[in-house]
Every structure is written in structure tokens, then in C-alpha cells.
């Protein structure tokens, strides 16, 4: 089904007695919206539990009345109606906090319901990120945290290699680890479609490991760390990744609930590194990846680098949640890619990717783990191709860019039956040529996220 979506901006306005003011806006929707600011209250919602923090925040987004609009809109649709993706921009150092996937509305939280998936968008975007495989995906794991085994996370990665999908999709995985019941599974496995690499004595050589590996996935399993504002450290280091050496595992094993590890990522290096390799999707399964105190939001900052998707957790984290999130994300990404390569455009909506992920966390009835995972966009639209595009066919992306202006402009407005006509007879006549030219390349159309469009609104 058609993924639709809403995006509201938080962000700032001015207020002519006290300077600038939290606000809230409709930045983009399937509707005709009403784009008007309102100022929002970024404090925290003060409920005890996930109900009473959604419906407040519900409470508080209905406070403006476009926005509404707009949900009212989206939550009364019939059961058939497309899928309406929510996303929250994130463009307010403070909105970061709040527990945006855990909105209540109407007896649901909208998150846990396929037909409303929530995700964020990073403070900035790039309008759109085309991704190509070329015949292989590399899905790249660093699974060593000091006191927790990777164990289950491996097992969950080791099967997509032969999987149907994988198989597919060329899946090649490498796991990067100091744990040595994680590289026993890993040695076992077939060595056409894994590779296995003993973690890397500092930071700087892990890094080099992780960009030699190429990864259009990256999974990240360590420890969170955040020092305090008063550690000296500078702003961009201020969150860190901590994993676990071979010597920390022979002193701690994997019970000791207060190690945490010898080797360090500061985020500035992390960041550095992810831009380098040009992933599609990272998963920081950490504690605290997405929380909001104590520096930047490291998740959020590794999406800056206009990594397509960014999925971090908001607090501290059981390893059990972590496991499960592994094992039902992945098929998923995989699946849902494997679906997008088939379709003309390659698109991919990842707030609905996470779906089955949260669905299976809120299985425990004793866990509202399925809020924690934080979905981070780097780039409003996702294109995934099986092969490269050929470049000399820019001025086919321009006509392409008039074709999808007038369509636009046709469904969005009232026009005389004349005018009508004569816009559609050049749509078609638009569309035979583009077609043509790039039937001719033996390449599909590409989509309207990577065509030039004069009319759109920003």
C-alpha cells in the first residue's frame, strides 16, 4: 500500500514581546494544509506512563489548529485509506525530549499501529538519498559490549546471509567483535557470504575496519556513554560508543552489569566515519543513542551527515530489547528493499520499516520498550537502485522535472476543462518521451524525489 505523510516542523518563531518561541507548523501533507506556525510547549509531558505522555502530547498538537486538521484527517481515514507516515522535524534543540512515539490518540498509540508509523526527521535534510547496491548489500556489525553477548544479535544477522531475500539481495555480512562466542558462530558460518574480523585494538583501527567493510548497513552493539557537561571534553565528543576488547571479556566475561569497555568512539569520529562509507541505514543499539541528556543527540547527529536513516535508543536499554529489535528489523529492511527495487521509483518509507520491530517489543505486556527505539531521518526521501544510473541523461531529468510540476499542479487545483485537457495531453506527451529515452538505457524512470521541481513547495 502507499505510504502518505505528514511532517510537522518544530521549530521556532518570533514573538514580538520575548524574542523567539517554540512553535509547530504543517511543513508537508497529502492534503492542501494550512502552513501557519502556532507556538507549542516543548516541555515534557509530566505523565507516569506512556498513555498519559501521549495524550498530552495528542492534547497539545490539537492546540493548533492546522495540525488539527491535519490529524483528524489522517486518524478519521476508513481502514483502507494509504498509510500516513508521522513525522516530527526535529529543527528545536528542545523537541529532542520529548517522547514523540509514544502519541496517544483515540484509544491507540499511533506508533504501534502499521497505519500511522511516527519517525523524525534530523534538524537538517537532504532533499532526497539514492542508494545502489550493484548486485550486493554489506551489512557490517561491531557486536562487543563489555558484560552483554552479542550472541543473538549474530545468530538473527548470520540468517539473513542464505535467507531468500539475502540471497537476492547479495547479502554480505561482517561481524567486527571481541567476544568469543560471537566469532565462533561467526568462523562457522560460510565464508563466501561472512567474514569475520577480532576487534581492533583503539577506536581509530575499529573505524578503519568499518570503512574497509563498506557497509550500506551498519549495526552498532556497545555501551552509551555520555560524561558530564563539566568532563572538559568538546561538545561534539560530549557522546561517546564504548565497546569491550578481548582483554575486557577475559576480565569480565559477560556478567559483570558494570563494565562497559577500553575502546572509545567520540561522536565527531563516528561521524566522520559514517559520511565516509555512505550507508543507507545505521542502528546505534546502545543505551541512550537517541537520548537527549547530556550533549547532543548522537543518532541525530550521525543522520546530519545525510545518512538516509539513523535508528538509536532513547534510554537505557535491556539486551533482550536490543535482541528482538535485531531479529524483526532486519527481515524487514531487507524486505522492504527487495520491494522497492521492484516498483518504478525505488522508494522506501523506514518510519513504516520499523513497524513489525515495535510490534514485537510491545509483545511483553510488563515493557513499553517498543517507544524506545528513535527513528532519525538524514534525508526526507529514500531511492534504492539495483544498478547505477547513467548519468547523460540530464536533460531527461529535466523534462521529467516539468512532467511531475504539471502534475502537481493539475491535482492540486481547479481548472477549467480546456486548461485541463491541454496540461494532460502534454503530461502524456512528457511521459512518452521520458519513457522512451530511458527504455532505451534499459533503466526504469527515476522517481520525482530526484527530478528537479520548480513548483514544489518547501
Known sequence: MTTQRIVLAIEEMPDGSVGRVPSIRVEESPRA??????????????????????????????????????????????????????????????????SWEELYVNGDFCTLNPRWPVGRMARETTPSALRTLNGRLNI?????????????????????????????????LTIISAEDAVLAAARAADPAGVTTIEMPIDGTALLAAIKAA????????????????????????????VFASAADFLATGTADD????????????????????NPLLVFLA?????????????????????VPAVIGMRRLVDVRTVNSATATLYPAVLDSINAALATVDGRLDWASVLSGTRAALAGDPNSDSWADP????????????????????????????????????????????????????????????IAAHFAGLGMPVPPPTLAPQTGARQ
Open 214 to 241: 563498506e557497509p550500506h548497513i551498519l549495526h552498532i552493539f556497545g555501551h552509551g556513554s555520555a560524561p558530564g557537561a563539566d568532563s572538559g571534553m568538546p561538545l561534539g565528543d560530549m557522546r561517546t560508543l
Open 286 to 306: 546502545a543505551c541512550e543513542t537517541a537520548g537527549a541528556a547530556g550533549g547532543p543527540v548522537l543518532a541525530h547527529e550521525v543522520a546530519l551527515g545525510a
Open 374 to 433: 528513535v527513528l532519525y531521518l538524514g534525508s526526507r526521501d529514500f531511492v534504492v537502485r539495483s544498478t547505477a544510473d547513467n548519468t547523460d541523461t540530464v536533460s531527461y531529468l529535466g523534462l521529467l522535472g516539468e512532467r511531475n510540476d504539471l502534475s502537481v499542479y493539475l491535482n492540486a487545483n481547479t481548472i477549467e476543462a480546456g486548461l485541463r485537457l491541454r496540461i494532460s495531453a502534454r503530461i502524456a506527451e512528457l511521459d512518452a518521451a
Open 33 to 98: 494544509a494550512d502552513y501557519l506556525s502556532g507556538r507549542f510547549d516543548l516541555a515534557p509531558p509530566a505523565g507516569s506512563t506512556p498513555r498519559d505522555r501521549g495524550t498530552e502530547l495528542y492534547t497539545r498538537l490539537r492546540d493548533h489548529p492546522p495540525v488539527c486538521t491535519e490529524l483528524d484527517a489522517a486518524f478519521g481515514a476508513v481502514a483502507t485509506a494509504p498509510t500516513e507516515a508521522l513525522y516530527f522535524h526535529i529543527r528545536h534543540p528542545n523537541a529532542h525530549a520529548l
Open 140 to 172: 557490517v556489525a561491531v557486536l562487543s559490549a563489555a558484560g552483554r553477548s552479542g550472541l543473538a544479535q549474530a545468530r538473527s544477522l548470520l540468517s539473513l546471509v542464505h535467507s531468500t531475500v539475502g540471497e537476492q539481495l547479495g547479502v554480505h
Open 258 to 277: 558494570t563494565a562497559t569497555g577500553s575502546i572509545s568512539l567520540h561522536l565527531s569520529h563516528l561521524v566522520r566515519a559514517v559520511q565516509g562509507v
